[in-house]
């Protein structure tokens, strides 16, 4: 029976927005910093660059913007008509048609735009995109474009990887100083890397809160709440963020508040988020009284190895277990495991047609999983930013189809 589908409020989110909002004006507003400017990506040594006094910023948390505001649909084009096709990275494409176009999500706040890089560097333990990407800017601007090059479907992180990482990570230093001026100060390093550790795990706790039954929060709620584990990770107001939060949700457990009215089935969703449906997504789940409660996407700024007294091997490592860039096996028994700890009734797979990379429907995942866990699973197809790549009709259906055969389960 369809429930109210307004979403729940989460009461700290103003403070969320307020965080980032004051982030972003430090990064574009009309008082610089004078600090150099790193852009980074999204599991990139972001604390190596505040440590060394770069402002940090994020052009994946722009792309998504740029898939909620639903703007990305329209500027893709820009970037296919500059060489670089439509079935690659969306949020490349989406990013490199606003460049183009001189328009971006940031100017609904006020603000000019991305800010110009001083350095951009990159980790490709996710995909080879983000180095095409930075590249296009490098050539843009004549800055330079280093980075990590990440080996991928990683079976056992070993200590060869990791020591080999490490070192990959210790090399930026050099070239990060002829940029910023400033020194390398190991210090100042762990002391970051505390910062970012003490979030990170505080962003576990959050999305664990949704183990219980009924979740207090869900999957479209963590994509908003993620924002400062992603941009913020290595500073004091994502930690505080994060607590705040966290009192807020155990609270709701205490109180037996549910994200979702009537919870009747739990949901994990693997994949992508489709940036452009959020709202509507989640209202089709609420209604249909199903909780989506956990997700490898939220799950990605978890980074449990993350080591203040030994901050290169413990980026090195955090950096390379990350659930993009490892093998099959390792996904199946990391999921395997995910649908116990969150009681989960089925899987959602979003097979996004410009990322493979985080596609994991393609090679027979879903089937081994179900046959090993017992738990059904369905697939939509669709996009993180290309809404033209999405059929909104077929997904409802199969999303319909797929909660009724819970429900007869
Ligand atoms: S992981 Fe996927 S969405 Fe993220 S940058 Fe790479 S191709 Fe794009």
């Known amino acids: 029976m369809a429930q109210t589908a307004e979403p729940k409020k989460i009461q700290a989110t103003g403070k969320m927005k307020g965080l980032m909002g004051q982030y972003f004006t430090e990064l574009m507003g009309e008082e610089p910093s004078g600090n150099k400017m790193a852009w980074c990506t999204s599991v990139g040594p972001a604390e190596l660059l505040r440590a060394m006094g770069f402002d940090v910023y994020f052009p994946e948390n722009h792309g998504a913007m740029l898939g909620a505001t639903r703007m990305a649909t329209d500027l893709i084009p820009l970037a296919n008509a500059h060489g670089f096709s439509p ?114 795990m505080l962003w576990k706790a959050v999305l664990e809160t949704a183990a219980k039954a009924p979740s207090p929060l869900t999957f479209f709620d963590g994509t908003v709440q993620m924002g400062p584990a992603v941009v913020l990770r290595g500073t004091t107001g994502a930690v505080e963020y994060y607590k705040l939060l966290l009192a807020e949700l155990e609270q709701r457990v205490a109180d037996g508040v549910a994200a979702v009215e009537g919870e009747s089935h739990r949901i994990y969703w693997e994949g992508m988020p489709i940036w452009g449906k959020l709202r509507d997504l989640s209202t089709q789940f609420m209604e249909l009284q199903t909780a989506v409660v956990a997700s490898t996407y939220c799950n990605s700024w978890i980074y449990e190895d993350l080591d203040p007294d030994h901050p290169f091997m413990g980026m090195a490592r955090a950096y390379s277990e990350l659930f993009i860039c490892r093998s099959d096996d390792y996904k199946e028994k990391y999921m395997a495991k995910m649908i116990e700890k969150f009681s989960i009734d089925g899987v959602v797979y979003h097979d996004s047609k410009t990322c493979p990379n985080n596609s994991n429907n393609r090679y027979d995942l879903p089937k081994r999983l179900e046959t090993k866990t017992g738990k059904p699973f369905v697939v939509i197809n669709g996009d993180l930013n290309d809404l033209r790549l999405y059929s909104e009709e077929q997904s409802r259906t199969n999303i319909e189809a797929f909660v009724e055969q819970l429900a007869g389960a």
């Open 87 to 200: 079935d690659i990275c969306s949020y490349l494409t989406s990013d490199v048609g606003a460049y183009l176009k001189g328009e971006s999500p940031f100017q609904k706040l006020g603000l000019p735009g991305p800010p110009k890089a001083d350095v951009l560097v990159y980790n490709t333990n996710q995909c080879r995109d983000v180095k095409d990407w930075f590249q296009f800017y490098s050539r843009q601007w004549d800055v330079p474009c280093i980075g990590i090059e990440t080996p991928r479907s990683i079976g056992e992180v070993d200590l060869t990887i990791v020591q080999a990482i490490a070192k990959k990570i210790k090399s930026l230093i050099t070239p990060l100083e002829d940029v910023s001026g400033e020194k390398f100060d190991m210090d100042k390093l762990k002391d970051v890397v505390s910062l970012s550790k003490e979030c990170t």
